[in-house]
């Protein structure tokens, strides 16, 4: 069987710029450029780069029961922020384990929910059967929007010329409307990467201009790869590797989205509520190998003898220099400087439990 | 398109063999396209001098950021040197991989297997280039 995949605007662009391209949740994206993943992962850290993410799923939530509706379906409190904020949240099955992770736009008139490409079909299909009689409207918006990630210590310093507001007042997870480039746009203080940054949310078919001016400007190129391994690096969690429908937001460390007192109770509310009088039976932890290896999504993990998961999320930490990964391990081998093993294709290397974020020093302002 | 060039032999697994001085001792390394493909090289997992190998028999591991491959014997022999600077400086296996990037030497058994090995051409074709 052979799969059509879908271009995102830029397909063209990314060609042209000698991209490697891969197939990504039924799109055919760039994993890197011309210069590598490294390269590529070190002009971020230390300049700025741009993502081309429009494959992400946008779903709009309009109507007088829309912050109720929320509440519902998403595990965080959207009552707790208002217009002009986002909200990292998630989408949860009955028992409390995740359909999606996502974050949460809202403004005066509406809630826009962006969830992973992967998950988009299967989201929307969740949500509107949540919709039933509530006065809302729902819309998938996904094919409309274009979305580019400018991320990096030097993003507001490239993007300041182009922009029509004043990007100093957007504040960490606060988003605004204004013109990019002369371009319509919706901008938040936001990434995937640990660095300052916004992300863009443009029309489909002003998304070529809008790179074209970014590029321009002095952002550089930067594919899935890197992508990859700097949100590795500060330990955010991946749909598929970190989190999914078997693992609940308390095993993976997110317990800090899950608000069980909001006041509402929400689909995987009881679970979870459950899980947490009981006590999570594994916790995800970020881990350091002690010897030279790289330990990839899947490798078996050993703790006393047994295994105990596979590597979730894995990898060689560009910026550290060291072999570093995520795993579901039980409580008493998942405290900060415990020792497991990974089985590196037959070959046993220690590893030993550290704090997340792997990566500290970014440029990242939460203020 | 891959620098494929007319002086070496190749294998279907993207290996290079380099002829020597010596004619009994063959350079080993991977090809252009495979270090394309695999992308940024972060280390190298290389044999000892002295260990020997059957042709197709697995010599080491390539590991790259986002793919690991082995590395496979073109022909049999015996390990006579490896290229100590891949340890500090894995990425010459990108930046030149015909030249700095060399993997092992290695002592064939008998130099005529050497003939049943790619030529350029075959390797180009074997590519798709």
């Not at chain 1, 710029?17 to 230390?46: C, N, T, W």
């Not at chain 2, 010596?22 to 991977?30: A, E, K, L, S, Y």
């Given at each position: 069987m052979t799969e059509t995949l879908r271009h995102t605007p830029l397909y063209d662009h990314h060609v042209a710029l000698g991209a490697k391209m891969v197939s990504f949740a039924g799109y055919e994206m760039p994993v890197q450029y011309a210069d590598g993943i490294l390269e590529e992962h070190r002009a971020v850290r230390e300049d700025c780069g741009i993502f081309d993410v429009s494959h992400m799923g946008e779903f709009e939530v309009t109507g007088p029961d829309r912050n109720a509706f929320v509440n519902r379906i998403a595990c965080n409190d959207v009552g707790a922020i208002g217009p002009g904020d986002v909200q990292y949240s998630a989408i949860l099955n009955e028992d409390g384990t995740f359909i999606d992770d996502c974050t949460v736009y809202r403004y005066d008139d509406k809630i826009m929910l962006v969830v992973n490409a992967a998950n988009r079909a299967k989201a929307w299909e969740h949500v509107v059967a949540q919709k039933?009689?509530?006065?809302i409207r729902l819309k998938d918006i996904s094919d409309d929007v274009g979305l580019l990630a400018v991320q990096g210590p030097r993003a507001e310093a490239i993007l300041k010329p182009l922009a029509g507001m004043s990007l100093e007042a957007i504040g960490y997870y606060r988003h605004t409307s204004g013109q990019i480039a002369e371009r319509g746009c919706f901008i938040s203080r936001t990434g995937y990467t640990g660095e300052d940054g916004f992300e863009i949310y443009c029309r489909a078919h002003d998304t070529v201009a809008l790179w074209e001016a970014i590029t321009g400007a002095g952002a550089k190129p930067i594919g899935l790869g890197a992508r990859d391994s700097l949100r590795l690096e500060m330990g955010y969690a991946l749909y598929g590797n970190d989190i999914d429908h078997t693992i609940s937001p308390l095993e993976a460390g997110l317990g800090w989205i899950v608000k069980l007192d909001k006041g509402t109770r929400f689909i995987g509310s009881a679970a979870l509520q459950a899980e947490k009088d009981r006590g999570v039976t594994r916790k995800l932890v970020g881990f350091k190998l002690l010897e030279r290896g790289i330990p990839r999504h899947g490798y078996p993990v050993i703790a006393g003898g047994r295994q105990a998961d596979i590597v979730r999320s894995g990898g060689q930490s560009p910026s550290l220099g060291i072999p570093i990964g995520t795993t579901l391990l039980p409580p008493a081998y998942a405290g900060i400087g415990s020792r497991f093993e990974v089985d590196c294709r037959g070959k046993l290397i220690p590893a030993e439990v550290v704090k997340r974020p792997f990566w500290t020093r970014g440029s990242v302002k939460k203020r | 398109m891959s620098n494929v060039p007319d002086d070496l032999r190749y294998t279907n697994d993207h290996e290079y063999v380099q002829l020597t001085d010596d004619p009994d001792v063959v350079n080993i390394g991977v090809t252009d396209y495979a270090q394309g493909e695999l992308g940024d090289v972060v280390f190298l997992n290389l044999p000892s001098p002295g260990d020997t190998f059957e042709a197709h028999q697995a010599f080491g591991t390539i590991e790259a950021v986002k793919a690991v491959a082995d590395l496979y014997a073109p022909v049999a022999g015996e390990v006579v040197e490896i290229n100590g600077d891949l340890d500090a400086d894995p990425a010459l296996v990108n930046t030149d991989p015909y030249g700095a990037g060399w993997m092992i030497r290695l002592q064939v058994d008998n130099p005529s297997d050497l003939e049943g090995l790619m030529s350029p051409d075959d390797y180009r074709a074997h590519i798709g280039e």
């Amino acid at each position: 069987m052979t799969e059509t995949l879908r271009h995102t605007p830029l397909y063209d662009h990314h060609v042209a710029l000698g991209a490697k391209m891969v197939s990504f949740a039924g799109y055919e994206m760039p994993v890197q450029y011309a210069d590598g993943i490294l390269e590529e992962h070190r002009a971020v850290r230390e300049d700025c780069g741009i993502f081309d993410v429009s494959h992400m799923g946008e779903f709009e939530v309009t109507g007088p029961d829309r912050n109720a509706f929320v509440n519902r379906i998403a595990c965080n409190d959207v009552g707790a922020i208002g217009p002009g904020d986002v909200q990292y949240s998630a989408i949860l099955n009955e028992d409390g384990t995740f359909i999606d992770d996502c974050t949460v736009y809202r403004y005066d008139d509406k809630i826009m929910l962006v969830v992973n490409a992967a998950n988009r079909a299967k989201a929307w299909e969740h949500v509107v059967a949540q919709k039933k009689g509530t006065n809302i409207r729902l819309k998938d918006i996904s094919d409309d929007v274009g979305l580019l990630a400018v991320q990096g210590p030097r993003a507001e310093a490239i993007l300041k010329p182009l922009a029509g507001m004043s990007l100093e007042a957007i504040g960490y997870y606060r988003h605004t409307s204004g013109q990019i480039a002369e371009r319509g746009c919706f901008i938040s203080r936001t990434g995937y990467t640990g660095e300052d940054g916004f992300e863009i949310y443009c029309r489909a078919h002003d998304t070529v201009a809008l790179w074209e001016a970014i590029t321009g400007a002095g952002a550089k190129p930067i594919g899935l790869g890197a992508r990859d391994s700097l949100r590795l690096e500060m330990g955010y969690a991946l749909y598929g590797n970190d989190i999914d429908h078997t693992i609940s937001p308390l095993e993976a460390g997110l317990g800090w989205i899950v608000k069980l007192d909001k006041g509402t109770r929400f689909i995987g509310s009881a679970a979870l509520q459950a899980e947490k009088d009981r006590g999570v039976t594994r916790k995800l932890v970020g881990f350091k190998l002690l010897e030279r290896g790289i330990p990839r999504h899947g490798y078996p993990v050993i703790a006393g003898g047994r295994q105990a998961d596979i590597v979730r999320s894995g990898g060689q930490s560009p910026s550290l220099g060291i072999p570093i990964g995520t795993t579901l391990l039980p409580p008493a081998y998942a405290g900060i400087g415990s020792r497991f093993e990974v089985d590196c294709r037959g070959k046993l290397i220690p590893a030993e439990v550290v704090k997340r974020p792997f990566w500290t020093r970014g440029s990242v302002k939460k203020r | 398109m891959s620098n494929v060039p007319d002086d070496l032999r190749y294998t279907n697994d993207h290996e290079y063999v380099q002829l020597t001085d010596d004619p009994d001792v063959v350079n080993i390394g991977v090809t252009d396209y495979a270090q394309g493909e695999l992308g940024d090289v972060v280390f190298l997992n290389l044999p000892s001098p002295g260990d020997t190998f059957e042709a197709h028999q697995a010599f080491g591991t390539i590991e790259a950021v986002k793919a690991v491959a082995d590395l496979y014997a073109p022909v049999a022999g015996e390990v006579v040197e490896i290229n100590g600077d891949l340890d500090a400086d894995p990425a010459l296996v990108n930046t030149d991989p015909y030249g700095a990037g060399w993997m092992i030497r290695l002592q064939v058994d008998n130099p005529s297997d050497l003939e049943g090995l790619m030529s350029p051409d075959d390797y180009r074709a074997h590519i798709g280039e």
